[in-house]
């Protein structure tokens, strides 16, 4: 996709979907237009149309997913087989085999997940093209009132939203992460997708209430080397799960997306 005018749709307008939709008008990235919003609430201040799905499908060349994961398991494949390219923000979705194993099959757009709130992805994904690696460890932690989850008993969420002392709420691999903290931990989809290997990604989230900024530590171990990314986020002042950097990691995945350079800064 790299026409003059690239039509773009938002589909989520939260706090992701806001700052993308409105960089974009500001020509964060030459040629692409935006044309809808999507959102399952009215959104009175939307700059562009609100629109359906499927008149944003119709009306667009891309699709910039920040909604979350459920909504890429229920509308990924049909963006796809429309011949609308996808960028992904909500990773962990894919960690489900069937949808990326559909996913994979589909088309003809293609789809994209942005590398969202951390990086060094590239240089994982490099090393994992040499040789598989033999550790790989995501350590995130986060404030708790972010880490409660609506499946919770309320002691334990009570436990972990009153927490005075740095706490481990999930100890285990990315696909279960990714789908018991859905907001939370599509960082640790990213990171198994680079080094190709769902199984053997450990993901640790720690709650603290001294964490004013939200932090991964990415280790990772093979014949290539050893690796080790820290990464610390302001959250977003939207949404707390979210990182403030988000946004601009999407445009410049679309930049990519589109094979343009993102004029963001
Ligand atoms: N890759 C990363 O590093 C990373 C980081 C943070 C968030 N994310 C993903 O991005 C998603 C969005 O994050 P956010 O902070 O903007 O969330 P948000 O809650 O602020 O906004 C989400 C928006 O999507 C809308 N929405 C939800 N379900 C919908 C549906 N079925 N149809 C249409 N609209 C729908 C909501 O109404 C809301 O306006 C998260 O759920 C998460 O999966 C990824």
């Known amino acids: 996709m790299s026409g003059a005018d690239t039509r773009v749709a938002v589909l989520g307008y939260g706090s992701i979907g806001r700052v993308v939709a409105a960089r974009l008008l500001d020509g964060a990235i030459p040629g692409a237009r935006l044309v809808a919003i999507v959102d399952q609430r009215p959104q009175a201040d939307a700059p562009v149309p609100q629109t359906d799905l499927d008149d944003a499908i119709a009306d667009s060349d891309v699709i910039v997913e920040c909604a979350g994961q459920s909504v890429v398991a229920e509308h990924a494949e049909r963006i796809l087989a429309a011949g609308r390219d996808l960028l992904i923000s909500s990773a962990g979705a894919l960690v489900d085999p069937d949808l990326a194993r559909r996913l994979r099959a589909g088309g003809p757009g293609r789809v994209l997940c942005t590398s969202g709130a951390i990086g060094g992805l590239d240089l994982l994904a490099a090393a994992a093209d040499a040789a598989p690696f033999e550790t790989v460890i995501v350590?995130?932690?986060?404030?708790?009132?972010?880490?409660?989850?609506?499946?919770?008993?309320?002691?334990?969420?009570?436990?972990?939203?009153?927490?005075s002392a740095p706490m481990t709420v999930f100890e285990g691999d990315a696909a279960e992460a990714a789908r018991l903290f859905p907001r939370s931990l599509n960082v640790a989809a990213a990171v198994s997708f680079a080094v190709r290997d769902l199984?053997?990604?450990?993901?640790?989230?720690?709650?603290?209430?001294?964490?004013?900024?939200?932090?991964?530590?990415?280790?990772?171990?093979?014949?290539?080397?050893?690796?080790?990314?820290?990464?610390?986020?302001?959250?977003?002042?939207?949404?707390?799960?979210?990182?403030?950097?988000?946004?601009?990691?999407?445009?410049?995945?679309?930049?990519?997306?589109?094979?343009?350079?993102a004029l963001i800064g």
């Open 139 to 163: 350590r995130t932690t986060k404030k708790p009132a972010a880490l409660v989850q609506p499946w919770m008993d309320a002691e334990r969420a009570a436990a972990i939203a009153t927490a």
């Open 199 to 261: 199984d053997l990604v450990r993901v640790q989230l720690i709650a603290a209430p001294d964490a004013d900024l939200t932090r991964h530590e990415i280790t990772a171990a093979g014949p290539m080397g050893r690796y080790r990314f820290e990464i610390e986020n302001l959250p977003s002042a939207d949404n707390p799960r979210t990182s403030a950097v988000v946004p601009y990691a999407v445009l410049r995945s679309l930049a990519t997306l589109l094979r343009r350079p």
